[in-house]
């Protein structure tokens, strides 16, 4: 792992003395770095242990557990599609097939103009509206073929 830039180092020192009085602040600050960057950069991480005093493998443990946080930028929309159970028995899963097709990309992975960045999403409470994804933070239900072009040219924009 290289070291941080100044510019980066600085930026995260910021948000790290935002929170770091917060009872339990890793998480709260690994989700204000993510603003911060739109992402979490790996030279972030050992900032962040040394400032709370606690180890990198814990940064990197709790930074890679929890599947909110992003690995590199997202794209200029970022779309989730729900992988639980109870959209996986209305058919999230060809709903997932059918999007990854149509956007020529998988979980995970960013279209390469920078459009949209595809992920999973494990409950967004839309149970009764299944199969559902959220597209820049709005929900949407029933997902079928109709939507999933609509949701395709929305991002293409």
């Given at each position: ?15 790290i003395s935002e929170m770091k009085n917060l009872e339990g602040p890793l998480i709260p600050i690994l989700h204000g770095v993510q603003e911060e960057f ?120």
């Amino acid at each position: 792992m290289q070291p941080a830039s100044t510019e980066l180092a600085a930026r995260t020192a910021a948000v790290i003395s935002e929170m770091k009085n917060l009872e339990g602040p890793l998480i709260p600050i690994l989700h204000g770095v993510q603003e911060e960057f739109g992402y979490v950069p790996q030279e972030t991480l050992p900032i962040i242990a040394e400032a709370l005093n606690i180890s990198r493998a814990e940064v990197h443990g709790v930074f890679t557990f929890y599947h909110d946080f992003r690995h590199n930028p997202a794209g200029r929309h970022v779309l989730k599609v729900c992988q639980a159970e109870a959209c996986q028995s209305m058919g999230s899963d060809a709903i997932a097939a059918q999007i990854k097709q149509t956007l020529g990309i998988g979980f995970h992975e960013t279209s390469k103009d920078g459009a949209v960045t595809l992920e999973p999403i494990y409950c967004l409470g839309l149970c009764a509206c299944a199969p559902a994804a959220m597209l820049d933070g709005q929900v949407i239900g029933r997902l079928d073929a109709d939507k999933i072009e609509e949701i395709a040219e929305e991002v293409r924009k």
